[in-house]
C-alpha cells in the first residue's frame, strides 16, 4: 500500500492546507480545508480504511504530539482510493475523530474545529506530519468524536495493512 500526495514545488505541503492558508480557507485563523491524497494497492480484502495525521515535531513545542486529523470506516470499493482536497468538511462517509484542538490545553468546543482536520501550523520551524493510513476488512464501528487512543484499540487485530508518509509543513 501506498500514499501519493502533490506537494509545492520546494516538496510541502501546499499553502492553501497549511499555515499560510487564505482567509477563506481558515475558521478562527485554523487552516480546514484538507489535502488531496491517493491510497494506492490497496489489499483486496480491504473494505474500510483509517488514518490519523500527527505532528511528532510538536513535542518541544507544546509537551506532546499534536493530533491533526483522525479517520475512521472509510469504504474501499477498490484497490485504488482519491481522497479529495476537503474531505474532512464534504464527506458524510467514515467517521471522524477528535484532534488536539479539543484538548485541555487548547480547550477549543467548534466541531468544526476539533471534530475535522485542522491544518499544520509550525510555530517554531518546520515539522514532519505523518499521516498512517489502514487498511481494514471490518468496520472499527468508532463514534463521530472519538478520541485517538479509541481509534487505536478498535485497529488492534483489524489491520491488513498499514503504511506512513512524513508530510513537510512551513513555519
Known sequence: ???KIELDADGDLPDLYAKAAPETATVNGTPVISFPFEVLNIPKSANYLAWTLID???IPVTGFAWIHWT???VPVTGRNLVIPADFSRET???VQGLNSQASKFVGETDPAL???YTGPMPPDQPHAYRLEVFAMPELLGLVSGYFLNEQ????T????EK?????WAKN
Open 163 to 167: 503504511t506512513h508518509l512524513d508530510i
Open 114 to 116: 476539533t471534530m475535522r
Open 157 to 160: 487485530g483489524n489491520v491488513l
Open 1 to 3: 500500500m501506498q500514499i
Open 71 to 73: 479517520m475512521a470506516d
Open 152 to 155: 487505536y484499540r478498535a485497529l
Open 56 to 58: 511528532a515535531d510538536a
Open 92 to 94: 458524510s462517509a467514515g
